[in-house]
């Protein structure tokens, strides 16, 4: 991926490294305004942070931000309205970036609409594939090719799903898969979410319901057909091997030690179902009414998890 940007970002503060503005550290203001450019603006936070892992970061990712940081101000410019009676008003542009909460939304809403013509008119499931967190941080050595591996994966345990329910004839359901790289919590976790539809077509074009979806046999297969796809990608480290194969060789007992696809019918509506992926693809990453406190090193937020409001802290 290309960093040239980044390169050529860090090779330009690092004169002002050693400047007195750099390393004065300001306190958090009772009136602080809780917005994500605010908190990454406080005491030069994004550019210490691209300093110090520049390795981490790509030129996309930054330009990113730095859109976003830079969101209706007036160094981006705009356009000045003028009334005929002398009354003067400047509005300046926005970054139209996903990263950011004030833009983000909106386009969110208007890619959703558009992907809404793609659904067919009946009822789909959301499907939520998930894996065991010693096996996240092998995702992050290798993330390209074994995000990819989750795809499929996901994918065929749904095949195979409609291959036990019609194995004399070949039906197809319609698929669409997202990855999604943290949970509520804002920690990594890497997990696929899919929407389904009940039944799918044969090759004459006649539509087969299907809606019995057996948890503990969708466990299995996701588990058996990740593991298995990792195994073969990784099998040139011996360490990523000997934790594969300890996580193969463990049994289901009444756990399903964190391979859990949990799937919810009735998804809302048609209408509804683009709103509802936009809202894991295309939506800012967090929204800012979930930020709760900024104490200068950690950000507390909020949280639903199982009907219940908790809370927890980020750096």
């Given at each position: ?187 990594y976790n890497p997990h696929i979410h899919m929407l389904v ?87 800012p990453p967090i929204g800012e009414s979930r930020i709760l ?23």
């Amino acid at each position: 991926m290309d960093v040239s940007l980044v390169n050529e970002y860090v090779g330009w503060q690092a004169g002002r490294i050693s400047s007195p503005l750099w390393e004065e550290c300001v306190p958090v203001p009772e009136d602080f305004p809780l917005r994500v450019d605010t908190i990454l603006e406080h005491n030069h936070a994004f550019e210490r942070y691209v300093y110090m892992f520049r390795d981490e970061i790509t030129d996309f990712e930054f330009e990113s931000v730095m859109m976003m940081l830079l969101c209706a101000k007036d160094r981006c410019g705009g356009i000045t309205y003028t009334c005929k009676c002398g009354e003067m008003s400047f509005v300046p542009f926005r970054c139209h970036s996903r990263v950011c909460p004030r833009c983000g939304k909106r386009h969110a809403e208007k890619w959703g609409r558009e992907l809404m013509r793609r659904f067919l008119p009946v009822p789909h499931r959301h499907v939520i594939f998930t894996l065991p967190e010693v096996i996240w941080a092998l995702i992050g050595e290798n993330q390209e090719v074994l995000v990819n591996d989750m795809f499929e994966a996901a994918k065929t345990v749904m095949l195979r799903l409609f291959e036990d329910r019609y194995n004399h004839m070949p039906v197809k359901p319609g698929i669409i898969c997202i990855i999604h790289y943290t949970g509520r919590d804002m920690k990594y976790n890497p997990h696929i979410h899919m929407l389904v539809t009940e039944g799918g077509l044969t090759k004459k074009g006649v539509w087969k319901k299907h809606s019995y979806w057996p948890y503990q046999t969708m466990c299995a297969y996701w588990k058996y057909e990740v593991l298995k796809r990792f195994r073969y990608h990784m099998r040139h480290s011996l360490e990523a091997k000997a934790l594969i194969d300890q996580q193969q060789k463990q049994r289901f007992n009444n756990q399903t030690n964190g391979y859990v696809v949990k799937n919810y019918r009735d998804v809302l509506d048609v209408k509804g179902l683009g709103s509802y992926l936009a809202r894991y693809v295309r939506h800012p990453p967090i929204g800012e009414s979930r930020i709760l406190a900024f104490n200068g090193e950690e950000i507390k937020i909020k949280y639903e998890w199982d009907n219940q409001l908790h809370t927890t802290s980020i750096t």
